[in-house]
Structure formats: C-alpha cells, structure tokens
C-alpha cells in the first residue's frame, strides 16, 4: 500500500497555512493554528481518525478568527483530496456517534466527488470561551468544498457546547478513519457504480 499523505500551503493576504496529513498514521498531531479552541478540535479528529495531522498558521487575528478557522478547513480539505488519491480500494463511506456526558452527536461522510454539507447543530450559547461557535459551519464548509466529499453533521441531544463540538470533531475522526480504510475486496476497485469518484 503506497502512502497516503499531502502537504498543502494556502497563502492569501489574510492567512498563511499549511497543512499536512498521513491518512494511515496512528493519530499523532501538530497544531499550531493561533485559534487554541480550534487546535484542541483538530487534536480530536486526529487520535480519533487516526490521521497524524500537522497544522501551522498565521492569520489577521487581530480582526477575529474567521480567515483563519476558514482556510484551515479549505486547506485541510485540499490535502484530504490530496492523500486520498484515486479513492481505489476505500470504503468511501463513514459513520459515527459519539456521546460526551450528555451530549450526541452524529456524522456521516461520504467521499463521493461531490461537495456537500448538511449541518444540524444548534449551540446553547454563541461562544465556547472566545470562540465564535458560528465559525464551525465555516470549517466544515471550506473542509467538504475542497475535499470534495459529502458531510451530515447532526447533534441529536446536548446542553454544553463545548461537549457538542467536541462530539462533531470526535465523530468526524472516527467517520473519516471508516471511509478512508481500505476494504480487501474491493482491490483496484472504486466503490462505484458509475466507475468514477
């Protein structure tokens, strides 16, 4: 099996990013966004997908975070697409649920060539400390949009929110790490009827 790995810079006059991913790694993360709330988020999805993830930043905010928890997510996006590759031999779909004390969350993934993203997340309050919680449908829509993949994102129950963003980012690990496996039987194949992803 070949590695599946991206490195990815974005460089605008609002941020400077680069992100790099190993789809087959064991979890290990380098976070280093500026926006702390966002790298606990990311550490998430990395011990969980088991994806070693590395992401450095530098961006304007002096304004707020939105440029830069914005271009994290298109830039990891890019490199997700990267590492995958062909898509031959993946199981293309993921699922999870993950509770925390009394929150759940739900998050499906499908790695289908077409951007997609359904987000059903209602936060109890605006801001988990000085994080604006609005700026999570900004990650994930610059995440699916450049990875190019398909993302329903359901809370079903919760009252803290940072337990239901933790839920998101825990479940979105475990689901990218299911549609990224390989599946032996589908060897050289795509898991698709229309013969392309």
């Known amino acids: ?8 810079k974005r460089n605008t006059l609002e941020t400077q990013i680069e992100v790099s991913v190993a ?17 606990h988020m990311l550490d998430q999805v990395a011990r969980h997908g088991l994806i070693d993830l ?20 298109i830039t990891l996006g890019q490199a997700l697409r990267q590492a995958v590759g062909d898509k031959q031999g993946i199981r293309r779909y993921g699922h999870a649920y ?40 900004e990650f994930f829509s610059g995440l699916v949009n450049h990875a190019q993949l398909t993302l329903h994102i359901d809370c079903l129950r919760g009252r803290n929110a940072h337990h239901i963003a933790e839920t998101i980012f825990k479940a979105l ?14 060897a050289g194949q795509l898991p698709s009827t229309k013969g392309s992803l």
């Not at 064991?26 to 976070?31: K, P, R, T, V």
């Not at 992401?55 to 440029?67: F, P, R, Y």
């Not at 690990?173 to 589908?186: C, I, N």
């Open 23 to 39: 789809i087959d790694g064991s979890g290990e993360a380098a976070l280093a966004s500026g926006v702390p709330f966002l790298d």
């Open 54 to 73: 590395e992401v450095k930043a530098s961006g304007d905010l002096h304004i707020d975070a939105h440029h830069t928890v914005e271009d994290i997510g």
């Open 173 to 186: 690990g475990r689901a990218l790490r299911m549609a990224l496996e390989h599946d032996p039987r589908m």
């Open 98 to 137: 993950v509770p925390l004390d009394e929150a759940l969350s739900r998050v499906v993934v499908d790695f289908s060539g077409r951007p997609g993203l359904e987000y059903h997340v209602d936060f109890p309050r605006a801001r988990i400390g000085e994080f604006d919680v609005d700026l999570l449908r």
């Open 1 to 8: 099996m070949t590695e599946r790995s991206a490195r990815v």
